[in-house]
């Protein structure tokens, strides 16, 4: 079998070898056995994703078994939805029986959580959930998920009944989207610290799109875009814009942008939620967010250097000592969140903001450079 493959408009690269399928699926099936001995279980199958792992699994059963199916839609193309639809409801009535269910992967969570809810009004007697994947990194729901296969990271993959576009199921070997290599940032940093101007240093350096959510948000609303539009709709009401409006605005400058060698986003992400949405966005155009770096400077020095600016910028946030250290301070509490969320992934980048504007590009680029 070939190591990358193409379906429709994709690149995907072998992840997980037929014979390491394999070994998932005996391993799934030893437990199986082991706990169901003397029971007579219902398998449901979760369609269309997991018949082929269901078909192995039953095969490797050695006890008396019952099979039915359930087919709910979450998937289109590569992104996943957070709306779940019951597309075909299991037959025969379930209740009072032991039931297995089997999953091709499990990521959000949110299928298996509308399944659970299905069996709970069923009044199954029990119930466990079978799952050839798991995406630890994605999954957000309680429910235990009792067998196994493999755990992966939180890529796209196809084969083994997984799909894309109705492609790929067939495959008898795992296959990830494979990345397009691209350096996307998040730029953090205090007020005072230097980074719109580090940002200017580095998109000429590295040849790298700036995307600032304050001037996206400016162009959108002064041109009144449709997204502007409806972003300035809940400003004039004094509420938040919802992530989906921020969301959409940067999908639609990464668009625009699409033969770019990476960009520097600033200004967002703000929120794990938003940090989310982003990996999205990326992972739908077959890349990821390779860092966050964040300039590090001492509080007594950016209140020195604002205050210095106050006496030419005009901003009345730049003249008040008070101000600007609720602004040090919202900024960090901003920050560690993402800084959490980021150093999970091992993305995480602090560094030295004090000095020459030459001698901080010289850091900055030195942690760039290995990303």
């Known amino acids: 079998m070939k190591n990358t493959i193409t379906l429709h408009d994709l690149t995907f690269e072998k992840s997980i070898s037929k014979t390491d399928v394999q070994h998932a699926v005996n391993g799934v099936a030893v437990r199986l056995n082991e706990d169901y001995r003397g029971k007579r279980p219902v398998f449901l199958t979760v369609l269309n994703g997991a018949f082929l792992f269901s078909a192995e699994l039953i095969k490797k059963f050695d006890h008396e078994c019952e099979m039915s199916f359930i087919k709910v839609a979450s998937y289109d193309g590569t992104q996943q939805s957070d709306e779940i639809h019951t597309v075909m409801g299991a037959e025969p009535s379930l209740k009072g029986r032991d039931i297995i269910v089997v999953e091709d992967i499990v990521d959000s969570g949110n299928t298996i959580e509308t399944i659970i809810k299905i069996l709970e009004q069923e009044e199954v007697a029990s119930y466990r959930i079978a799952s050839l994947l798991y995406k630890p990194e994605a999954y957000k729901k309680p429910y235990k998920v009792d067998y196994i296969g493999l755990e992966i990271s939180n890529d796209f993959v196809v084969g083994f009944g997984l799909d894309y576009n109705g492609l790929g199921r067939n495959l008898t070997s795992i296959y990830k989207l494979k990345k397009t290599h691209m350096t996307n940032l998040v730029l953090f940093g205090p007020p005072g610290a230097g980074k719109g ?116 910028s005009g901003r009345a946030d730049d003249a008040d000592e008070d101000v600007i250290r609720n602004r040090i301070k919202v900024y960090y509490a901003e920050t560690a969140i993402l800084k959490g969320y980021y150093e999970k992934q091992d993305k995480y980048h602090g560094v030295d903001g004090v000095g020459s504007i030459e001698e901080i590009t010289a850091r900055l680029s030195d942690v760039i450079d290995t990303l």
């Not at 940067?250 to 033969?259: R, T």
């Not at 390779?290 to 950016?302: H, K, P, T």
């Open 197 to 312: 101007t580090q940002a200017e240093v580095l998109k000429e350096k590295y040849d790298l799109v700036h995307i600032s959510t304050g001037d996206v948000f400016r162009y959108n609303i002064k041109n009144a875009t449709e997204l502007g539009t409806l972003a300035k709709s809940y400003i004039d009401k004094g509420q938040l814009v919802p992530d989906t409006v921020t969301i959409d605005m940067l999908s639609a400058e990464v668009e625009k942008n699409a033969d770019a060698k990476g960009f520097i986003f600033d200004g967002f992400p703000r929120t794990e939620a938003q940090a989310d949405a982003l990996a999205t966005l990326l992972a739908s155009k077959n890349t990821e967010v390779a860092g966050m770096v964040a300039l590090e400077v001492d509080d007594e020095v950016l209140v020195q250097r604002l205050l210095e600016r106050g006496k030419t």
